[in-house]
């Protein structure tokens, strides 16, 4: 078992930076990529960012291109997502999400483990 648990959401106004973090324990090893998504009320949940451990690839939705970046650090067993200009559209709650197996990193259905969420608000 793998335990993912989200920090960092909060109250910003559009414009300003949130740094998402995902700390993850138990049986990591052999853990090959995170991800985060995102789910707004009334809405399904959606890809936002995803990297490999070994930090050789990223990738992101275009919606958030250019505005966040998500890294690791392998030491620390954590994820994280940088927000930059931050928009009303960016509200939703936020999910750390690993994967053992390459494959469709947009794909929410090939991820393992699911962390319980962190609450983003951007107000205008």
């Known amino acids: 078992q793998v335990q993912l648990v989200e920090s960092g959401g909060g109250l910003v106004q559009a414009g300003g930076s949130l740094r998402l973090s995902c700390a993850a324990s138990?049986?990591?090893?052999?853990?090959?990529?995170m991800g985060w998504f995102r789910q707004a009320p009334g809405k399904e949940r959606e890809f936002v960012a995803a990297?490999?451990?070994?930090?050789?690839?990223?990738f992101y939705a275009d919606s958030v291109k250019g505005r966040f970046t998500i890294s690791s650090d392998n030491a620390k067993n954590s994820v994280y997502l940088q927000m930059n200009s931050l928009k009303p559209e960016d509200t939703a709650s936020y999910y750390c999400a690993a994967r053992y197996l390459r494959g469709n990193y947009y794909f929410q259905n090939e991820y393992d483990y699911w962390g319980q969420g962190t609450q983003v608000t951007v107000s205008s």
């Open positions: 138990g049986r990591t090893f052999g853990m090959h990529a």
């Open positions: 990297c490999t451990w070994s930090g050789g690839s990223t």
